[in-house]
């Protein structure tokens, strides 16, 4: 027995020798016995700090709060291989992650075998700094040291995290061009702000902040609850942001996940604690933004976790992330078509392997252009956490494969909450940066497009050869940024003789189907509408509102039209007697009477009008521009007039509430003179498409 306590005693009589040379002094009293007191207190502080980060299963390390105590305990023993330990493995689960490398080296350095996943924690650490190289060779170490029979998921997990080095070694080299700005202080302060979602015209921003004065005041380790705030941009600021509303900030957990592309129909995050978490939508109303609303059983499930959503610019098609089963691998972006007859959304599929992977996918943003899509997924070539990937749906519904947006934006630690303005340059995310105003901000991201060479032009280089130095004129090629095939028209939908806004419908047409794509509504208070236009279509569009007469648009976008933004606003007309409007979307071929199939939504419009004002007798008109003959243009206008109103009559509407008149080129709106001085051809093609137009006038009531 005597020799058994006497192997043990030289057991650790050796362990102290080893920490002693490498320079680790244990936290224990007979290293510090001439600082008792200070000893007592600093072990104090240890404890306390220890409690916080060693908790038992179903409770969450309070890593914030721990690092002050332990820090204090440091100050007294900085030599502690242990200590030094744990203030790492607080440092990198907080939002001081990039101090924990100094204290996870500082371990190694007191103490090599200070915990055997030691390399791990030090190649993360140098993974955080871009210092990928140097984190591959402690990857390595640490995996070596493995016993792939009894270590499989930490052989997985190491093995992680040595392809996304190596992807970050090949996106550092290759560093996207970009400006990367905080939005100011009406946006961020010291507290945590992030997950924006924003308007297609960058007029409006929704977020979450974890901010104090929140509704749910009630503190969770260290943070407050999180709240949704909004701000609106005037004349190019953002204006201070405010708390969204009673009605969707609630003593829990809220956050924004989503936002229509009119900013009219915002989805959040509410964890109501019946389930696991989730998706609930607000719309606009005229009193303010409207109490939640759950999304349904084909979408929240009492067994799953749905953290995440985007809705398609027509509003039919549902994007959200979900941990339910039949994925591909843990969260996954799922869809859902809203179901026009059961009016609710429909049963839920997975969107696609090529995006969904055995990692988890989160963070989807459905671009306004129907096209593009941006998530964040921790699988592809991520260079660590969360990285940015960009992908693009085919017409024949399958999807490219996501491509990584890049190096700066994407880092080696989460980037996610990524959306995209209408335009295709401007994003917004969340960021942890050292220049920021507290933990993460919300940035704007600038995309810059190719470099530019500069060409230095010859005859100021001459020049300098001669003469005293000079300044040199630098000439820039001019450098196309990728944009997207897009139109927004947004303006504000007002009543014509008193100016006021007008709550009013926007229908969305395709002339060449005759379908209506979707139905919209502008704000109930300000008036204004937006309405997104993705490329290869022809669109009617045509404004509603009850005692108004209707107002057209009609916006013929080919392909690969770039991006464009109309401000449009509409002053609607009351029904009465000799008021007037342009029929937008009626159509004839070059030259000829003969209504094209296009023409179908627009006349079904007008007819549902008549029907629905049963004594209201009306004049069609036919209107051409100044090209050709008088004559041939009058005679070419009567007949169009009649085209419609033969429609009209076959449809039931007595000819004796019909009038059709043609007046050619007699009542242009664009003058000649005006369209003279245009300088672009498209822009004086415009105003001779403004002069061909079908009118109708309402004679009596």
């Not at 010291?190 to 997950?195: F, L, S």
């Not at 995050?269 to 607000?282: A, E, P, Q």
């Not at 399958?398 to 335009?423: C, K, L, R, S, Y």
Request: hydrophobic share 35%; with cysteine; glycine share 8%.
């Amino acid at each position: 027995m005597k020799k058994i306590i006497l192997t043990f005693l030289m057991a650790c009589f050796v362990n102290i020798s080893l920490s002693q040379k490498n320079g680790d002094v244990p936290f224990e009293k007979e290293f510090f016995k001439e600082n008792k007191a200070e000893f007592k207190e600093a072990k104090k502080w240890l404890q306390e700090g220890l409690a916080l980060v060693d908790v038992p299963d179903g409770f969450y390390p309070n890593y914030k709060a721990a690092i002050p105590l332990l820090k204090r305990a440091y100050a007294f023993n900085p030599k502690s291989a242990d200590l030094c330990f744990k203030l790492g493995i607080c440092e990198i689960n907080s939002s001081y992650k990039f101090d924990a490398l100094h204290f996870f080296q500082e371990a190694y350095h007191l103490k090599p075998n200070v915990d055997r996943m030691i390399h791990y924690y030090i190649g993360f650490s140098k993974q955080l700094h871009y210092a990928f190289d140097e984190a591959l060779y402690e990857y390595k170490l640490y995996r070596n040291a493995l016993n792939p029979a009894t270590d499989a998921s930490k052989v997985s997990e190491v093995t992680k995290r040595i392809m996304e080095c190596e992807s970050g070694i090949q996106l550092l080299e290759e560093p996207v061009r970009v400006w990367i700005d905080n939005l100011g202080s009406e946006i961020n302060g010291k507290y945590p702000e992030y997950a924006g979602v924003i308007s297609a015209d960058e007029s409006l921003i929704i977020y979450t902040s974890r901010r104090e004065g929140s509704t749910g005041e009630e503190v969770v380790n260290g943070s407050y609850m999180e709240d949704i705030y909004i701000s609106n941009k005037v004349g190019g600021k953002w204006m201070q942001s405010v708390g969204i509303s009673d009605r969707i900030n609630t003593k829990n957990h809220d956050a924004t996940v989503g936002l229509s592309n009119d900013g009219q129909m915002l989805f959040t995050y509410y964890d109501s604690g019946k389930n696991r978490g989730d998706l609930f939508y607000s719309t606009k109303e005229i009193d303010g933004w409207s109490k939640l609303e759950d999304l349904g059983k084909n979408i929240n499930n009492k067994d799953t976790w749905e953290t995440g959503a985007s809705i398609s610019f027509d509003k039919k098609t549902l994007y959200f992330v979900s941990d339910r089963e039949g994925g591909k691998g843990k969260r996954d972006i799922w869809k859902s078509n809203w179901d026009e007859e059961k009016s609710r959304w429909g049963e839920a599929t997975n969107l696609s392997a090529t995006i969904n992977t055995a990692y988890d996918e989160v963070g989807i943003f459905v671009h306004p252009d129907g096209k593009t899509f941006y998530f964040s997924s921790g699988g592809h070539n991520s260079m660590g956490g969360f990285d940015i990937f960009k992908t693009t749906l085919n017409d024949d519904g399958t999807f490219e494969t996501p491509e990584n947006i890049g190096f700066p934006v994407n880092t080696p630690d989460d980037d996610v909450h990524f959306v995209m303005a209408g335009n295709g340059r401007h994003g917004y995310y969340s960021s942890f940066k050292a220049d920021g105003y507290g933990e993460k901000d919300i940035y704007l991201i600038t995309f810059l497009g190719e470099e530019k060479i500069p060409l230095m032009n010859a005859e100021d280089n001459l020049l300098a050869m001669v003469a005293k130095p000079v300044t040199e004129k630098v000439v820039m090629p001019k450098v196309e940024v990728q944009q997207s095939n897009l139109a927004i028209l947004k303006g504000v939908i007002r009543d014509e003789k008193t100016q006021k806004p007008l709550m009013s419908s926007l229908e969305l047409v395709d002339n060449s189907l005759g379908v209506i794509i979707q139905t919209f509504k502008s704000d109930p208070v300000s008036g204004r509408y937006l309405v997104s236009l993705p490329s290869g279509k022809n669109y009617g569009i045509a404004v509603k509102s009850n005692g108004y007469l209707f107002h057209s648009e009609n916006f013929d976008l080919p392909k690969a039209s770039g991006y464009r933004e109309y401000e449009k606003n509409v002053d609607l007309k009351k029904i009465e007697v000799g008021k007037a409007i342009v029929l937008r979307n009626i159509f004839f071929d070059l030259d000829k009477y003969t209504l094209r199939t296009e023409s179908k939504t627009e006349l079904e419009r007008l007819n549902k009008l008549l029907i629905e004002n049963p004594t209201l007798k009306i004049e069609l008109s036919g209107h051409t521009d100044t090209r050709g003959s008088s004559s041939h243009n009058k005679t070419l206008s009567e007949n169009r007039a009649k085209a419609v109103v033969e429609y009209l009559k076959k449809k039931g509407i007595s000819g004796s509430r019909l009038i059709s008149a043609g007046y050619g080129e007699e009542k242009t709106i664009v003058s000649d003179a005006d369209i003279a001085k245009m300088i672009s051809k498209e822009d004086k093609e415009e105003g001779h498409q403004q002069n061909r137009r079908t009118e109708f006038k309402i004679l009596s009531k």
